[in-house]
């Protein structure tokens, strides 16, 4: 292996240094990641690997790297950015502003490639040249041009092209046949630029690395192995994530933990709310009952919190002696320009009676600012946070609306770009208070300051897993006192979708961090006689994915049960299986896998399917199965059983609208999820908990048994899907 050894005290490498005051593990990503590509020959399918995090860092680390490579006899930096000129334009302010001090001493030159001079002379051109190129045919068909007609000795220098958010137009899963043929037409083209070039390294930067685990059908599979090998990178260095950086962990794994400041951040709202909000339709929605309207209750109480939360943040920093931030709001439902221009018609009609009635008749808002505000107090108090006064709240609040500090804008592709971003490539807050309805530009990329509520509503069926990624614009650096007042709005059936993906790009995530770019990935399904075999990873539907790793939980989650005249013998039956057994509650003791997939299978004969959130049993007895049998283990083919009787958990928490889902109480030297993490090792374990079902509980007063399964701490990343594509009409994606 060829020996590298970097140089890094040059001048652009020092300055963003100093600039940027890198910390030590960023510094060692980027000069780890530079040797590797020194070291290595990478193409456009073996290409260097920067695996970091939505809203991360992964700019700041890429750049650096720049400057490291322009110190280290790259001449020409060229920057991929996704296809919409606001992400080209965000890159290129971008590296103004980081190479601001150092771009005047005629060492480097930056260009947008559809505006690049046509009359650059030697001396420009024997400078460090910088160009950011969008993903779009015209553009490469422009650099092609520029690299081979123009300054054809720019091709012959040694040249880095990183190819930003790689997952967008990669190798890799795409929902229509159309967008395929455009990523391949892309590929193709950069492709060809790359073979154009003399000396050429590719670095591909994402936080979706999913081109590498989900495939194209041509890959052939192993039957006999369930392993789909990925198309792997030469090398992968990881982004360092700080301690500061939010992400999926904190809206769907801290939130359930009751006394946290995330337990607060999301708030349900009712789907027929996003039919309204699609179109207009006087039979669903009046627009003149904007502020009284029970279709939009969701959407009004979230512009009124906003505007409360942004409001209290503000009186915060002026209580500190600190500059008072601007606030944002993304609405962010459909990709049709229609309803955009439908939803900016109702949020500026709820507006204009807010500000009417802060006007005129302020105490009709009294109740309005009086429901935000303690909704607001709960996190601050879980925060310890210092909590303005309801006068003060009150009187700031009637102060912004009749001030006109609340701006709406509409964002998407017929939006004047210029009008959208600041000097430094973000989206603009023009007021102290904005909100922005979006399309496509609010969907992959544009960073947005100070955001602290988002209201989502896109279609779960549609889900594509680094799309849903890229939409989350509450992902990023978040002060905690701002989290305290962020809000997350979307339907339960989103948020499940959500969590999943979370839990399935969290899984996915690890495997790679430990190796499994190399090892591969299990993707399983069940065939029409109910045995396990591989899926084709680009045939996943992933709102019906779970995925499995050390410790995961599956158990159903906002059942019903059936009516005591229905179930009583049922349970009675289960009750006697589970005591055969002999062994006391909260002891571990081993039973065969298909005595507990039938005591599975009568489980669910008890739930009713027509109330609450169905369960996937199909999902659970597959997982179970898969646990159970791939193993080493002496102990293949059975489960941990632990089995408590006695207990009393609501149906709903107390105190909120969301579905109690940790019955197995995990708190507790003596709590059978300790013990269950304590048995399960190599073979999953089975909670057996036997609940009263008291009508007051939201139940249906009659006892029954709620299982949980917990995966071994041995597990490998399995992703099972119950459903995929094949089962579908494609012609949805």
Not at 32 to 40: F, I, V
Request: net charge neutral; glycine share 6%; proline share 4%.
């Amino acid at each position: 292996m060829q020996q590298v050894k970097t140089h890094t005290t040059g001048m652009f490498y020092t300055y963003l240094k100093e600039k940027n005051t890198y910390s030590n593990e960023t510094m060692h990503c980027i000069e780890k990641t530079l040797e590797n590509l020194l070291r290595y020959g990478t193409t456009l399918n073996r290409p260097g690997m920067l695996l970091g995090k939505i809203q991360s860092g992964k700019t700041r680390t890429f750049i650096g790297l720049s400057g490291l490579a322009m110190d280290n006899g790259f001449d020409v930096i060229i920057v991929l950015t996704k296809g919409t000129r606001a992400l080209a334009r965000q890159t290129l302010q971008r590296l103004y502003l980081e190479f601001a001090g150092i771009e005047d001493e005629d060492v480097l030159q930056i260009h947008d490639i559809m505006s690049m001079p046509e009359n650059l002379i030697e001396y420009e051109l024997q400078q460090k040249q910088m160009i950011v190129v969008k993903k779009e045919t015209n553009n490469l068909k422009r650099l092609e041009e520029v690299l081979s007609i123009r300054y054809p000795t720019l091709a012959t220098k040694k040249t880095l092209i990183i190819d930003d958010e790689a997952d967008f137009a990669s190798i890799g899963f795409s929902k229509t046949k159309r967008e395929i043929t455009e990523i391949n037409v892309i590929a193709g083209q950069i492709d060809s630029l790359r073979r154009n070039l003399t000396d050429v390294s590719f670095l591909q930067v994402t936080a979706t690395p999913y081109s590498l685990y989900l495939q194209p059908e041509t890959l052939k599979v192993d039957g006999s192995t369930k392993v789909f090998e990925p198309v792997k990178p030469v090398f992968t260095e990881l982004v360092p994530v700080p301690n500061e950086y939010i992400g999926g962990e904190y809206y769907f794994e801290d939130s359930k933990i009751g006394d946290s400041i995330s337990s607060n951040i999301y708030e349900p709202i009712n789907e027929g709310e996003l039919i309204a909000l699609k179109k207009p339709d006087r039979r669903r929605f009046k627009l003149e009952e904007a502020l009284q309207s029970n279709k939009i209750a969701s959407l009004r109480n979230s512009i009124i919190h906003f505007v409360v939360g942004g409001v209290m943040r503000r009186i915060q920093q002026k209580q500190q002696g600190t500059r008072m931030n601007k606030y944002s709001f993304i609405i962010h439902t459909e990709q049709s320009k229609l309803s955009h221009e439908w939803q900016e018609t109702i949020v500026l009609e709820v507006k204009r009676h807010l500000q009417q009635a802060a006007n005129t008749q302020p105490e009709l808002l009294l109740n309005f600012i009086k429901t935000s505000f303690e909704n607001m107090k709960k996190s601050l108090t879980s925060l310890g946070a210092e909590i303005p006064s309801f006068a003060e709240v009150q009187f700031e609040t009637l102060w912004a609306l009749q001030k006109d500090h609340l701006l709406i804008s509409k964002v998407n592709s017929e939006t004047d770009i210029n009008q959208l971003l600041d000097n430094s490539g973000q989206l603009k807050l023009r007021a102290p208070l904005n909100i922005f309805i979006g399309g496509q530009i609010l969907d992959r990329g544009i960073t947005i300051a100070n955001l602290i509520g988002f209201y989502y509503g896109r279609n779960p069926r549609r889900f594509q897993q680094d799309t849903v990624l890229q939409h989350s614009r509450m992902y990023g650096f978040r002060p905690k006192e701002d989290l305290a007042v962020t809000r997350f709005y979307t339907t339960k059936e989103i948020y499940n979708v959500m969590m999943k993906i979370h839990e399935f790009d969290a899984g996915l995530r690890k495997a790679f961090e430990q190796g499994g770019q190399d090892q591969g990935v299990v993707f399983i399904q069940q065939d029409l006689r109910n045995e396990i075999i591989p899926c084709s990873p680009n045939k996943l539907l992933l709102s019906k994915t779970t995925t499995l790793r050390p410790y995961k939980r599956m158990l159903p989650v906002g059942f019903q049960t059936g009516y005591k005249t229905y179930i009583s013998q049922i349970v009675e039956k289960i009750d006697r299986a589970i005591g055969e057994s002999g062994k006391k509650d909260g002891v571990a003791f081993l039973i065969r896998l298909d005595n507990a997939k039938k005591i599975i299978r009568t489980i669910a004969k008890t739930f009713d399917d027509n109330t609450g959130p169905s369960w996937d049993v199909k999902a659970f007895l597959a997982s179970m199965e898969y646990l159970s049998r791939h193993t080493d283990s002496d102990y293949q083919g059975h489960v941990w059983c632990i089995v408590k009787r006695g207990r009393n958990m609501s149906r709903i928490r107390p105190g909120s609208d969301r579905y109690e889902d940790a019955p197995d109480t995990p708190a507790g030297e003596k709590g059978e999820l300790r013990l269950a993490k304590q048995v399960a090792t190599d073979i999953p374990a089975l909670l057996l908990l036997r609940q009263n079902g008291e009508e007051e509980k939201g139940w249906r007063g009659t006892p029954f048994w709620w299982p949980v399964l917990v995966a071994p701490k041995n597990t490998k990343t399995v992703v099972f899907t119950s459903e995929s594509l094949s089962e579908q009409d494609e012609t949805e994606y």
